[in-house]
């Protein structure tokens, strides 16, 4: 069984930045597919960030602002997000999985979320 647990999250103005960690125990996740998703209130899930295979994925929405690396030896997962904007408000959740890429389906093992909330 995978643990994964979210940090980072609080309250920026607009055109800060945060990073987001994901630390995860009972599974080494090297191999592992590891992915960020975010929902804002009365929204739908939606993807953020994944790194699959050796290949990062990122959501249009994000690309260029937002960086998804992987720390092996601390079996975490990190996402720097820049240039933060009001529409990136939500909770974001970290996700992992042996294959999944993209698509939130996939993924097997999640977080609880921490908050991210941008002011403009």
Do not use: H
């Amino acid at each position: 069984q995978v643990q994964l647990v979210e940090s980072g999250g609080g309250l920026v103005q607009a055109g800060g930045s945060l990073r987001l960690s994901c630390a995860a125990s009972g599974r080494t996740l090297s191999s592992y597919a590891m992915g960020w998703f975010r929902q804002a209130p009365g929204k739908e899930r939606e993807f953020v960030a994944a790194r699959s295979g050796g290949i990062n994925y990122y959501a249009a929405s994000v690309k260029g602002r937002f960086t998804i690396s992987r720390d092996t030896a601390k079996n975490t997962v990190a996402l720097q997000m820049n240039s933060l904007k009001p529409e990136d408000t939500a909770v974001y959740y970290c996700a992992a999985d042996e294959r999944a890429t993209t698509s939130g389906d996939e993924y097997d093992y999640w977080g609880q979320g921490t908050q991210v909330t941008v002011s403009s």
